[in-house]
């Protein structure tokens, strides 16, 4: 029977995989962009906007007008 340590702690970290890690960075970054999409869209003014959209249809090849 081996002499109990009173140095020796018993608590236990917790591990995080890499998995959970990549979860969490991908959660960061999709909250980065929609806070960036809504302060962009937000304080653009409406013709820019428009603009933006009109090149976008243009270089999907939509037909707008």
């Not at 995080?16 to 929609?34: H, M, Q, S």
């Amino acid at each position: 029977m081996e002499p109990i340590s009173k140095t020796s702690s018993a608590q236990s970290h917790p591990v995080v995989t890499g998995e959970r890690v990549n979860a969490i960075y991908a959660a960061v970054a999709a909250i980065l962009l929609g806070v960036f999409l809504i302060a962009g869209t937000g304080f653009a003014s409406p013709n820019v906007l428009h603009n933006a959209a009109h090149d976008a249809r243009h270089a999907f090849a939509f037909p707008c007008h």
